[in-house]
């Protein structure tokens, strides 16, 4: 009689625990970060949300509906991890995220692919084209400090318009890591293109960007964005046609 007392209790252990509410999982993912999610359901090891968001310089990017399985031994190390995928249009993620007792939020193996016209916050009448897309190895964040990143970041097709026209400016990578002050640094370079582009570009979370880089045009681009009448104005000319720039915006 015993033995299947102890087995009926066992039974309705593992009922209550696959039971626990989606809402758990979403309290996980968000608590002490930007992270934000709303239509939960599902469980606390298969969930969803209709719909979830990032905040970032004051400004909510939508990132889709988000799908999650949850890895039942991680629960074991007091950082619970999921594997996640979200999906808006053209805009997906798909990767494993891991969340800490203190509110850190973690992202390993990752793979993130949007269009690089919903960047906002573009000078006007500035808008730019092309398909972005990054890997990342590891991502460390807690509330708006990021404690850990690399990964790397590419833009292909990349087009820009300035409020006339156009203009074809080929492909640009970037290797990711942080800062000590906790912000993202994005060592950049040219793949192809008329814009031949190196240097680096550090992102607080908090706003603004440090730009610091070098580059050159080949003569034809260089006539079609007429750079003899705003280069002198933005940047420091050095030896063999380059030029600097270093500002913050």
């Not at 850190?104 to 398909?131: D, Y």
């Not at 318009?161 to 993202?184: K, R």
């Amino acid at each position: 009689m015993i033995r299947w007392i102890l087995l009926g209790i066992a039974f309705w252990l593992v009922f209550v625990i696959t039971q626990i509410p989606a809402t758990w999982g979403g309290y996980l993912m968000t608590r002490g970060n930007a992270l934000s999610l709303s239509g939960i359901s599902g469980t606390l090891w298969q969930g969803q949300a209709g719909m979830a968001s990032v905040r970032i310089d004051g400004r909510d990017y939508a990132l889709g509906a988000l799908r999650w399985n949850l890895k039942p031994l991680s629960l074991l190390t007091l950082a619970p991890c999921a594997e996640i995928t979200t999906d808006l249009e053209r805009q997906q993620i798909s990767g494993t995220a891991c969340a800490g007792l203190s509110g850190a939020l973690q992202l390993k193996n990752s793979n993130l692919s949007l269009p690089a016209s919903l960047i906002q916050g573009l000078p006007e009448p500035t808008r730019i084209s092309g398909q972005l897309s990054a890997h990342i190895d590891t991502l460390k964040l807690k509330g708006q400090r990021i404690n850990a990143l690399k990964g790397n970041l590419s833009w292909t097709k990349a087009r820009l318009h300035n409020g006339q026209s156009w203009l074809n400016l080929g492909a640009f990578a970037a290797d990711l890591s942080a800062t000590d002050e906790g912000h993202i640094r994005a060592d950049i370079f040219s793949l192809e293109g008329p814009v031949d582009l190196a240097g680096n570009v550090v992102m607080p979370l908090t706003g603004g960007i440090h730009i610091d880089t070098t580059f050159a045009m080949t003569d034809t681009f260089a006539r079609e964005v007429q750079a003899e009448q705003w280069l002198p104005m933005v940047a420091e000319p050095l030896e063999q046609g380059r030029h600097k720039i270093r500002m913050t915006l």
